[in-house]
């Protein structure tokens, strides 16, 4: 691309987004048989219509490919962005004909908030929400979580010249194989095949704590969707409370910690290198983390008296703090609570835990662990090369599927995207204390919002501010794209508005 | 010294109590009357809000039983919605089995007033914020909600399937002819740069 985007520029970013635009479309076959089979036909409706937009939009943004098109970087970038905003406005269709929101924008929160696999909602009166709209509040969230490019990239885009660039753009890196359409299929063959499991497990232990049969398969197929992809929606208002089942708890942290974990690293798995779940970076950087943030909260919630005895505190606290760290978002206390029981120094943990979040190239948001874990050894070895003779020579690795070199320019990148999180989360704590909130809550938010995790201290409601669902929307979807995207956006829009 | 904090505990309780009954009453002025249950009715809010000292205490909350009875051996968790919020309910299975509808898509559930213990962090049920229930009384029968079709939509609907059907075969026979012109290109050694 020029450094003045010309005519072709503006029609294959379009282009591009139209291909996913078509993907969404497809998408909305899931939550029409849903109606059918539940016999919910006006809502049946509402599905045809926003398949009908998707669809109509998409091939009219798809047509405009110029014959000689020769994609680049710059195009993949923006139009990944692009196609995020797109599909935000695209999904909350059926949400706004459901009149279950208050405003478009609402619709617009939730659908971002969805794809993102955030899971914060605007929705109101979620307990009488129809099956096919909560099934679809699920699907966007699985769609999101593996990647709304990655979708389009398997099944639209015939790896062709930019694929690479729209799949960097989604915040995603690492390559499975050598061919990124490959890598695409295989991510989505990884994520079915857990998907069968997931569901049977969450069907019959749902069933074993007293839900109905045929309720167990949809609450089971709804939980597994948002556990898988890190997301946080579920289908009642009281979200993980509702079933008051430890064992549902239980089985649900087994899929969303695994939906947190390195696509790479469930295929080094499922293709036999076992060692790696403790050799990997990610798995090591996890685990340290839990054990000191969970210490931390377990401290913080004995020293506020947040709860009676040792297992309620261990089931509550360990919960919220999976949920948090994975920044998968259920949660099995009611929002307030975090404000008014569990104290400054648990939300102080909790916080940490959040922006932290899971492993990169999985469907958690946050830094990552492997930012983090990158980071805390290039701090290591700067304290050895302080320590050690000038002459002498150490190697500087990290274990990451192979053994890398974790070079300057490597800790770079890592530092660069850590600030840029943590700059956010600032932004977004002083948009919440600008709105009103309490410093402590607008950052417990800010952090949930920024990490993509959807544990909320009650800041979120439909009646916040119409800036700050703005603010959060733009942050949330910054978070996962994980910014390349989004400065890619940004440098399009200025060299387009400047004078030449 | 407990003797004091138990009446300022109870005084508390009975202040918002009757605050919360007085809207709670104002709301349900059109609910059939329950004659022989208290009227002291506790909205959710104020019992998250006031946890720590409602925690322990008998309160009555009114609401509407949601999405599914999950009967535990000879009890049964309901989980019921007032305005402000849902609560879960441990009740007997018995209890739970006189519920005839529960809140959904396409019910109201029935509206139970509920007098039990309330306790902000349940010991036996693992922390949870619920209510053990003593008495359950359904105060008004759920009913079918129905869903009627808009005709603007079915022709919204019908108009933009066409259009998208049509926007889709443009499109088709649009990628075919690429196709086929990048094969031509290609067989004569014309392939495409890419990006700069």
Redesign the interface.
Known sequence: ??NHPRKEDYLIILSYTGRVA?GL?IVCVAPMLVAIVEG????L??F??C??????S???L??L?P?????????GMVATAVSWLLAMVLAAIPYA?SGHYGSYLDCMFDAMSGFTTTGLTLVLDL?????ALNTWRHVITFVGGQGVVVLALSFLIDGS??SYELYVGEGKDERLFPSVLHTAKAIWKISAAYFVVGMVALWVTGVA????VK?AFYHGMWIYMAAWSTGGFAP???NF??????AYEMVSVVFFVAGSLNFALHHAVLTGSRREMIKNIETISFFASFVILFSIVAAGLMRAG????L???M??GFYQVISGHTTTGFM???A??FA??WGDLALCGMCVAMMIGGSAGSTAGGIKGLRVGALLLAVRHDGRRLLLPPSAVFKKKMHMIEDRYLGDEQVRAYAIITVLYVGMWVFATLAGVAAGYPALEAAFEAASVTGNVGLSIGVTAPAMPIFLKIVYILVIWAGRLEFMAILALGGFIVSAVRRR | MCGRRACALAAAFQIMGLAVSVGAWADGASVQAAPTVPVQVVQYEALLEGARAFDGLKATIQGEAIGQVMERGTMAWVNVADQSGAIGVWMSAEEARSISMLGSYSCRGDELRITGTFHRACVEHGGDMDIHAETVAIVRAGERVAHPFSVARQVAAALLSLAAAGGLLLLRSRDGKRRALESKGAKSGKGGGHGC
């Open positions: 691309m020029r078509i479309g919910e036909w006006s809502v409706v509402d045809v219509i398949a009908g937009a998707c669809l109509l998409g091939a009219v798809a047509m490919m014959t000689e098109a020769h994609p680049g970087w710059l195009h004909l307990d009488h929400l129809s099956m010249a930019g704590i007293g839900l109905p309720a009642m208002s009281q409370l509702y079933y008051h089942s430890a947040a709860y009676p005895d297992v309620a505190m089931r509550k099995t206390i009611s307030r609570q008014l029981e």
